[in-house]
């Protein structure tokens, strides 16, 4: 089975701070995404990557970054945390060529910035 | 924004298929139907995609309309894990240039399953 993980369920930050979220799956994935997940809004991609330091932006890119420096880690980041952007965080994975396009999905980060 | 529509919530009793709608009107010819699910505190789940012809795998079942405006999601005996929310997602052919081509998520509906 395709496992991704993500490094923390619950993360509380402070307003400024550098936030740091990980995902690594464990399936040679080429594709991996970062989501944001907020009630009434659905799921939305911050950013995603096709290939190891390659990165695209999504649908709200602005106060993230990413990296992608080894195939199976695809690192957030929040260069200085704010409250409006406590979430819940999702990493996502899926392989590129078999015509099935299916997402994996870790658990989730739920970030906390007070 | 999401190009589907689907009922905010609807129960199901334990045992009973669930018949989860999904409206998706202005789909065009080569895009395909997905649904995943949220159980409660994860992360989303794959369950089945289609392009036109009926799907079905071990978790659900598939039935596209022949316009293709629409669709329903079939769980032919649902439990109480089968609570979750259900989202129906349209998107481009998966091919290898664009299978990284994002996922547009609606609502989704709100499926309970009652003992």
């Known amino acids: 089975d395709v496992k991704v993980t993500q490094s923390s369920r619950y993360l509380v930050k402070r307003t400024g701070e550098k936030v740091f979220l990980e995902c690594v799956q464990d399936m040679d994935h080429e594709n991996m995404f970062w989501y944001r997940q907020d009630p009434g809004l659905g799921l939305r991609l911050i950013y995603f990557s096709y290939d190891v330091k390659m990165k695209e932006k999504g649908d709200i890119p602005e106060g993230y970054s990413v990296s992608r420096e080894k195939k199976e880690r695809f690192s957030l980041i929040l260069e200085s945390a704010s409250t409006n952007q406590t979430s819940m965080y999702l990493c996502a994975s899926s392989y590129s060529g078999t015509g099935k396009y299916e997402q994996y999905f870790g658990p989730g980060t739920r970030l906390t910035v007070t | 924004d999401a190009k589907t529509t689907q009922p905010p919530s609807m129960d199901c009793a334990e045992g009973r298929a669930a018949n989860l709608p999904c409206n998706h009107s202005?789909?065009?010819?080569?895009?395909?139907v997905y649904w995943y699910r949220q159980i409660h505190s994860q992360g989303p789940q794959y369950i089945i995609h289609g392009l036109k012809n009926n799907e079905t795998n071990e978790m659900a079942s598939l039935i596209i309309t022949e316009d293709r405006k629409s669709s329903t999601l079939i769980l032919p005996h649902a439990t109480l894990r089968d609570t979750a929310v259900y989202y129906c997602i349209v998107r481009l052919s998966p091919t290898l240039m664009d299978s990284n081509y994002q996922l547009i998520w609606g609502a989704g509906t709100k499926l309970i399953i009652k003992p």
């Open positions: 202005t789909i065009s010819g080569n895009e395909y």
